[in-house]
């Protein structure tokens, strides 16, 4: 049985940006299989579909789960309104993940909003190795840098309205960091046109780029066919779905302009 | 202890329910969850002639208490559906109802024929999928149409044929007589009904395909008065379907009238809704000290 | 600052929020919460020629995000609408709708004469109520006769004539084509969806008399898809009905194509459903910086 | 205004019996105008349409109302979870409830099972010259009898199953109870099968008997019409609103074959 239903207690919260909450809870069996860029559906009172959160991180051993989300409607305002001994039914560990290549590897890391929280794993994997760039709209907005930079990852903050960082897009800036440093692999989560932007710049530059994408889920486990998302191959376009053939896809393997 | 067996033209479920096409994919999903076996029976994903990409994304939208969706029949067409799929469910022993969905009556016959020779207990025909353009929906709605691909598919197997029936209609017991006298062998029902969601923000729809199919708890008060109605029209076999969530749900659609129930959305909310319908069911069965459960059909005592 | 005023076939209504015939009563006691002057207008409960006593109780019975009535029309008939509770709703200073119903075309017309010299508004059609044996529904399902009382109510007065829809019909569009053809001046709908819930230990339908009419938040999505496909079709205005709960469904309705919303089910879990969804407008629309709420109206982009 | 909607807050909460709860709100305004026999209308989670509970209690100075309300399908059963200092959207006050007499007139008060709440109010009306028959199946099903034994009322416990009090129905302890006693006035709350008997036995002895209505209802206010019950008159037989004309009914002009 590769997926779990559990009963996960809340173990800690706290609104790490406004809006934004971080939750750890307990969830043994799926700790214990998950995988960098997986996530869970949560049951969400009163809703019919599950919302899919991606794991911010997992320890085996504590058999804990952290999720970091934002408040953008019903199903994660009641989210937010969880407290610290609250249950959470959850399934997992979902999705294709991210691929993982020797820790030794430059790896750059490129995070819009609240697309951050799956690459906090990758980070912690590559380390000193890892680059994490990561924009948000304005310095408050700002979250995870603390965590990323305890990877011993080198972070570059990018805010739209120049409040703190560097003053622009997370694509411009992966542009300049391009030019100057030597990079084995680009991962990426966050908007849609954004990720496109990197996509591009790692095509550009010949460099493997893994992007996470977000869809609109029904069964979250690969049944349904809600989730789907244009990609293409030799043989033409065609519709994978995000929840069991992602959510990380090659970047090359997505049709960007649908 | 109730025999929780039921005979559905023919074929025997080890229990009246079954998960719905479209939301179970071919259960090797599920199957990550529990054993098939578990199940009464299976109905696949729409199955057309040929493989069909279906609708761009998003496909899906939260309603309250339901969903909608515009899969749009995305499915690898007939063959890989035998080769493939069919070979991996017929080993997890558990009945498998093939769902065919076709553009015209030759499409749905030249799939009744390619059935016939595979191991395949039942065909669904699903006359009443409202996202595909030709064909679809509109066989569904009209009498003349219904009879006329229930006729010509009979004529093409000697399978079971099972007519799934569209709730966008003025009169379901219209359309289910005349399947019924076109040789049917059951009647499942509901497929979804026509809905839409708009973005208010972006004023777009927020399915790609603009409307989608409603289903979930929603539609249930629906469904079983159309079961309801339905059981007082025919005589052959009735499949429920349409929001069943809980156990409840499922004895309410049986004592309207079904001979077993297919359970879809549900399935999204709660991967284990079909074997904790079936434990339910059992245990108010044995509660009630039934011999078996298909003691409950058609019980209902109107006012 | 947004005019929230709307017209309404020729009649101003101060916003667009028109509480929903039989879930208001004549207003007076939901006056008990706040004034009726808030509203856009009312449709009163349904009317018809002679004093019905409606069906036995129970006549209500909860679905998920819904609920289905068999209220039957139970109302005191034309004269005493018009006598007592016009007069004390038109001190109020709302627009007030007349919701007709009849067992025949006579019924509706002899109602629509008696109506002509009145303070009504205007006359809405109800042609879709599923709850009474003769006509109601009937007339709704058809194309013929849904012209056919829509032309003859209009020639026997000058208020001007909404139809109201049902929704349990194949095809929506041709129904709203045929009221708009024969004269109709706007269209409302939807009203309810009929249904069936039961009482597994008794094995009874809740309500006494067995089916009633679906109505509520789990509706929405329907409601929505068949106001778009209407606009379509019509060019007349059309009053969006069915599960609006929130100024958002309001706004979506709107844009779906409709150029008032009536609010119904939502009365009953929020006596404040009315003024609540009308605040939520008119900020919404001031914070779009729109002339008129009537910029809404019908800028569904399509994919 | 006659009708207040509050945001009430939970100030106790207690389980008296098995699955039945008594729970004192904060509703100072429906609290100043409450009357004996009438109810509120209770907003649960997730549900469309709110639940009556009756006053089984109010106190104008205090501000509060007291509900008690048995456990009988999704709305109770969420309600019985809530927790001292929640709060609870209601409506009311709401119907036309029980008509007193003068404290001295004889009161004979017959309740069965979670219809002995809105009695409670009659009892410290009438007080010494109130008798109280109630009416459980069991023993440990027995609610509010130490309430109703100190507004000085006499009280008579029955149990269908003879595990406490008069072994038997409360209609045959109204039987015995007249026999020797001088009534003016009889209310009742409970099945409608022993309302039923109740004010059989009323008429055949004269009394004036006051019955207390249940009905699914929609709105709570008399707007929608769908809570009727039968009632006769001169004219004929007639749908009257248990939530506006009720819920509280002369019994003589119940219909009560139907
Ligand atoms: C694989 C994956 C991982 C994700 N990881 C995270 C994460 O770690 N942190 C985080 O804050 N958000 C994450 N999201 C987005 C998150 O799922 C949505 O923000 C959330 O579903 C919104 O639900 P809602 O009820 O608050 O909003 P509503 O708008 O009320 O939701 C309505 C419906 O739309 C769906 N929906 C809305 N927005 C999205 C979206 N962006 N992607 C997919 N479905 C959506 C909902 O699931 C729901 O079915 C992830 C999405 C996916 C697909
Ligand atoms: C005027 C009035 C006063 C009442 N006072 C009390 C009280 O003080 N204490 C108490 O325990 N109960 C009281 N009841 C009954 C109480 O309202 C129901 O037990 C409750 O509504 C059940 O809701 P549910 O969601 O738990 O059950 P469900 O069966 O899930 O409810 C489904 C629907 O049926 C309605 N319903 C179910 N049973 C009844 C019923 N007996 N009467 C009316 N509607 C019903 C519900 O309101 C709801 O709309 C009163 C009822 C009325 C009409
Ligand atoms: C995502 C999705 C896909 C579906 N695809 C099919 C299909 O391919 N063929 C079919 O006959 N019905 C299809 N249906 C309809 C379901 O089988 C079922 O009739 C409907 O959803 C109502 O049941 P429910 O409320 O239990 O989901 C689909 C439903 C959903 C939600
Ligand atoms: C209790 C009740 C009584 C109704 N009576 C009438 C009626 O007399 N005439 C009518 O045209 N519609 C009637 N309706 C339908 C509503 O006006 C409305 O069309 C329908 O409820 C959908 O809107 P909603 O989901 O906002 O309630 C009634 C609905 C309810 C719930
Ligand atoms: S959500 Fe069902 S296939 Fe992805
Ligand atoms: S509940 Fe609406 S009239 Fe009584």
Request: charged share 20%; hydrophobic share 40%; aromatic share 6%.
């Amino acid at each position: 049985m590769r997926y779990t239903q559990e009963t996960a207690k809340i173990m800690s919260k706290c609104e790490i940006a406004p809006g934004v909450f971080d939750i750890t809870v307990l969830s043994p069996v799926i700790a214990k299989s998950a995988r960098a860029g997986q996530f869970v559906n949560v049951l969400c009172n009163g809703l019919t579909l599950r919302r899919p959160i991606s794991l911010c991180g997992f320890n085996r051993e504590q058999g804990t789960l952290r999720l970091v989300f934002e408040v953008r409607g019903k199903g994660t305002d009641w989210l937010s309104g969880l407290k610290t001994g609250d249950r959470l039914d959850i399934i997992g560990p979902l999705g294709h993940g991210f691929t993982l290549y020797d820790k030794n590897k430059k790896a750059v890391i490129v995070g819009g909003g609240i697309g951050l929280p799956p690459l906090v794993v990758l980070a912690n994997h590559y380390g000193e190795n890892a680059t994490v760039i990561s924009g948000f709209r304005t310095s408050s907005a700002a979250i995870l840098q603390s965590d990323l930079a305890n990877t011993g990852a080198t972070t570059i903050l990018c805010t739209d309205d120049g409040s703190a960082g560097f003053h622009g897009f997370t694509t411009q800036a992966l542009d300049d960091y391009l030019i100057n440093n030597a990079c084995d692999v680009i991962y990426t989560c966050g908007p849609k046109i954004m990720m496109r932007g990197i996509a591009r710049l790692a095509q550009e530059n010949g460099i493997v780029c893994q992007v996470s994408l977000e869809e609109r889920m029904g069964c979250g486990v690969g049944a349904c066919l809600c989730c789907v998302c244009a990609t293409k191959d030799s043989k033409g376009k065609h519709f994978k779905r995000v929840c069991v053939n992602g959510p990380v896809f090659m970047a090359t393997e997505v049709e960007w302009n649908d | 202890m109730t025999d929780m067996s039921v005979k559905l033209c023919g074929v025997k479920l080890k229990n009246p329910v079954i998960a719905a096409s479209g939301t179970y994919g071919y259960g090797l999903e599920y199957s990550e969850f529990y054993p098939l076996s578990r199940l009464g029976g299976i109905s696949c994903k729409g199955t057309t002639l040929h493989k069909r990409e279906g609708n761009p994304p998003p496909r899906i939208a939260e309603t309250p208490s339901g969903i909608i969706n515009s899969v749009g029949l995305q499915n690898p067409g007939v063959d890989e559906f035998l080769n493939v799929y069919l070979k991996k469910l017929k080993i997890q022993d558990i009945v498998v109802i093939a769902n065919i969905a076709g553009n015209t009556v030759e499409e749905y016959c030249a799939m009744a024929e390619r059935l016939q020779e595979s191991q395949v207990d039942i065909i669904e025909l699903n006359i009443s999928c409202p996202n595909v353009k030709l064909g679809g929906v509109n066989f569904g709605t009209s009498c003349d149409s219904v009879a006329q691909v229930t006729t010509e598919v009979k004529n093409r197997t000697k399978k079971p044929v099972m007519v799934k029936l569209t709730p966008n209609v003025t009169s379901i017991g219209d359309i289910a007589a005349a399947a019924a006298d076109a040789g049917a062998d059951a009647l499942s029902l509901i497929n979804t009904l026509t809905g839409m969601r708009i973005d208010i923000r972006t004023r777009r729809p927020i399915l790609r395909n603009n409307t989608g199919g409603l289903s979930g708890p929603a539609v249930f008060p629906i469904a079983v008065r159309m079961v309801s109605e339905v059981a007082k029209r025919v005589s052959i076999p009735i499949v429920g379907i349409g929001g069943i969530a809980s156990w409840e749900d499922a004895a309410e659609m049986m004592i309207a009238g079904a001979n077993a129930i297919q359970v879809g959305t549900a399935n999204f909310h709660d991967p284990f809704a079909c074997v904790k319908i079936i434990d339910g069911l059992k245990n108010f069965a044995d509660s009630l000290g039934l011999k078996s459960i298909t003691e409950l059909t058609g019980t209902l005592k109107e006012w």
